[in-house]
């Protein structure tokens, strides 16, 4: 399978999952696999959700792949500007939701296209980039930084 149709299938699942996506988030539903893994699942985000409070994020921060919002919430708390892009406008309305800041800037975008307007003092994303296909990598890193 070519990177751009890999591309186009990722786009097309998330936006057809939004509105189940945080089923799958919350381990919950037909994605419940008992008290044992969701409570692992649970450590794994308290770790992640530590070193990102230790980090102390501030300044313009960019957050790619939004999602849902589960990070943005977070990030929304310390950031002094917080833009998020993603592909799926499904996703980013549950965000805007969830995150409830009138204040967060979001973009609806192709991250292998999106150009920035500016620079941020932090560049954000968690599980996405599992999804960036090894050639375009290199154009991925280069936008970031």
């Given at each position: ?13 998330y ?7 945080d089923?799958w988030?919350?381990?919950c539903?037909a994605y419940d696999?008992?008290?044992e893994?969701a ?16 980090f102390?994020v501030s300044g ?17 708390q310390?950031?002094?500007h ?12 549950i ?18 296209a999106?150009v920035?307007?500016s620079?941020y003092?932090?560049?954000?994303f968690?599980?996405w ?13 280069s936008m970031?930084r």
């Amino acid at each position: 399978m070519e990177d751009e149709e890999i591309v186009a299938d990722q786009v097309a699942y998330y936006r057809a999952r939004a509105p189940s996506y945080d089923e799958w988030w919350q381990r919950c539903g037909a994605y419940d696999k008992g008290p044992e893994m969701a409570a692992e699942w649970d450590r794994q985000l308290d770790q992640v959700e530590e070193a990102l409070r230790a980090f102390s994020v501030s300044g313009s921060v960019l957050e790619l792949a939004g999602g849902t919002g589960w990070w943005t919430e977070r990030l929304a708390q310390t950031a002094d500007h917080l833009t998020v892009v993603a592909s799926s406008p499904e996703v980013l309305e549950i965000n805007r939701i969830r995150t409830a800041r009138a204040d967060v800037e979001y973009e609806v975008a192709d991250l292998f296209a999106w150009v920035p307007r500016s620079s941020y003092d932090v560049v954000f994303f968690s599980f996405w980039l599992s999804h960036v296909p090894r050639q375009r990598c290199a154009a991925f890193w280069s936008m970031v930084r």
